[in-house]
């Protein structure tokens, strides 16, 4: 996720949707900065199947929600 090419951070996050690992949920979360628009996208889709939950693109909900331990 942390690549400098967008296709290959695009593929990251659409592998860790496949897999659904939940250890890769800090990781998701940090892409929702991605200044790339598809990889946000791609990101966001993971993070949605992984954690079975929506809080849309919004980053801080989504660190607010983790830290607080509902994703654990």
């Known amino acids: 996720l942390d690549d400098r090419d967008a296709q290959v951070r695009r593929a990251a996050a659409m592998a860790l949707r496949t897999c659904a690992d939940r250890q890769a949920i800090p990781g998701l979360i940090k ?33 607010q929600w983790w830290e607080a331990g509902q994703g654990k």
């Open 31 to 63: 892409g929702l900065q991605n200044p790339n628009l598809i990889v946000r996208t791609s990101v966001l889709r993971a993070l949605r199947r992984v954690t079975r939950r929506d809080f849309g693109p919004d980053h801080a909900r989504w660190k």
